[in-house]
């Protein structure tokens, strides 16, 4: 991929997070760019889950998250309890 191939993509993710009201993080192993979302979303005071299977996440995994799931089966119960179900 060409360096502003690569720009490009990033500057198209965090454009999506500006958009975003909440950003789910699914991270069943270790990501470098799904932590880097994780802490932007927060960043710009965005509601953050995440779906996190790594045992023993990073503490920057668990800051950064408003709400931590093992499992993605859960993901709609917090959508709808926790962040108001605002057409979610």
Known sequence: MAESSRADFI???????EKCDVLVAYLPKLSAGTCMELF???LKGKKTVCIC?????SPWIIVHSDVVLERIEDLE???KNDFGGKGL
């Open 53 to 57: 299977r790594i045992e023993n996440p």
């Open 77 to 79: 119960n917090v959508l």
């Open 40 to 42: 932007y979303a927060k």
């Open 11 to 17: 500057r198209r993710d965090l454009e999506d997070i």
